[in-house]
């Protein structure tokens, strides 16, 4: 990083008692894919020994398509968007209650932390706090059932089903999270309990690449200067207000909405399905902070990135609402219009 990023993220880092490193280049983010190989080394000889014997018959196997067989943790995250459903693995509160009354067959799983949990929870959920100990029950987490996924406002509950879907779970999140989406609708707590659950007593099986690259993930969202890697708005302002070229700022935005305005200088692939096909134009060599509405998108946008080696952050809030006073607008800061 050049002087102007590494003067703000020391200050960031003064400013909030934030324990851990500073930014990584890209290449040094890479470690979780690094320790993906190590544990995947006898897969990857054997894909090896295919690939040689493929060629040996005459076969031509495209140097790609090796690599990705190589690397379960960026093939997997590729199809992520690949695969992507309409529902964009998101649903609101409201549906999510008629599924309850319903009786449907789901998983609830609060990422709040215990004290949170402890006070009111919806019913049937099991709490794995936000970190490791996401990581660390990936094998209990079924496979085989709907997994709807809450924090408190949206945000690392996003990056959360993400990671879980990477990992071959059936994950939803639960849009705005506790405070901004359950407890705000009328007559949420019929759907609340204090009641402690746990994960079912099973086990599931988690490829050892991928388990180690979300351990990785999570132990570094929660020592990073960025804390769950939400980057500051006024941190982002200044950077823009310095002109800084340091860092890519990534709008996830739809198009229309790019056009009427944008942080300047950000670029755009809009949130979809097949968007990974743009991925290889956002530069390698920086930072990406990436933004959306309100900050949930640009999390589930922003964990995937980061499993494919960028160092990718989330603009805390998004574009915000000016009338609200939150994100990018609601602290009166600039923006651009145009393609």
């Known amino acids: 990083m050049k002087k102007i990023l590494s003067v703000i993220l020391t200050a960031a ?25 190590t544990a995947s080394s006898e897969t990857k000889a054997e894909e090896t020994k295919a690939a040689e014997t493929s060629a040996a018959a005459g076969e031509t196997v495209p140097s790609e398509t090796r690599a990705e067989a ?44 215990p004290d949170a949990y402890a006070e009111g ?49 059936y994950a939803t999140n639960i849009q705005s999270g ?13 759907y609340i309990e204090t009641t402690e659950n746990v994960l079912p007593d099973e086990s599931y099986e988690v490829d050892d690449a991928i388990q180690a690259a979300i351990a990785d ?17 006024d941190s982002l302002g200044e950077l823009v207000e310095a002109e800084s070229e340091d860092y890519t700022i990534l709008s996830v935005r739809q198009a229309k909405d790019y056009a009427e305005a944008h942080i ?8 979809a399905k097949g968007m990974q096909e743009q991925f290889s134009e956002i530069p390698t060599d920086k930072p990406v902070v990436v933004y959306c509405y309100t900050g949930q998108t640009a999390s589930q946008t922003m964990a995937v990135l980061r499993m494919l080696g960028f160092e990718a952050y989330n603009l805390a809030g998004g574009m915000g609402n000016a009338e609200a006073q939150t994100g990018w607008l609601g602290k009166g800061l600039p923006t651009e219009s145009g393609n």
């Open 13 to 37: 880092v003064i400013g909030t008692a934030a324990t851990g490193c500073a930014a990584k280049t890209v290449q040094e983010t890479t470690a979780a894919a690094s320790a993906a190989e």
């Open 70 to 113: 190589a690397d379960p943790v960026k093939e997997a995250a590729m199809s992520y968007f690949a695969d992507f459903p309409e529902d964009r693995h998101m649903i609101v509160v409201k549906d999510l209650f008629a599924k309850m009354d319903a009786g449907e067959d789901m998983l609830i799983i609060d990422i709040r932390q």
């Open 264 to 271: 300047p200088g950000a670029m755009l692939i809009p949130f």
């Open 217 to 233: 993930y999570y132990e570094k969202a929660t020592s990073d200067t960025f804390s769950s890697f939400n980057f500051p708005v």
């Open 121 to 169: 929870h919806l019913k049937g959920a099991v709490n794995i706090p936000y970190g490791p100990a996401v990581a660390e029950n990936l094998e209990k987490i079924p496979d085989d059932v709907m997994l709807y996924v809450n924090c408190y406002s949206g945000q690392t509950s996003s990056q959360t089903v993400a990671l879980l879907n990477i990992a071959g779970k």
């Open 178 to 190: 506790y405070n901004n989406g359950i407890k705000v609708l009328e007559g949420y707590e019929a």
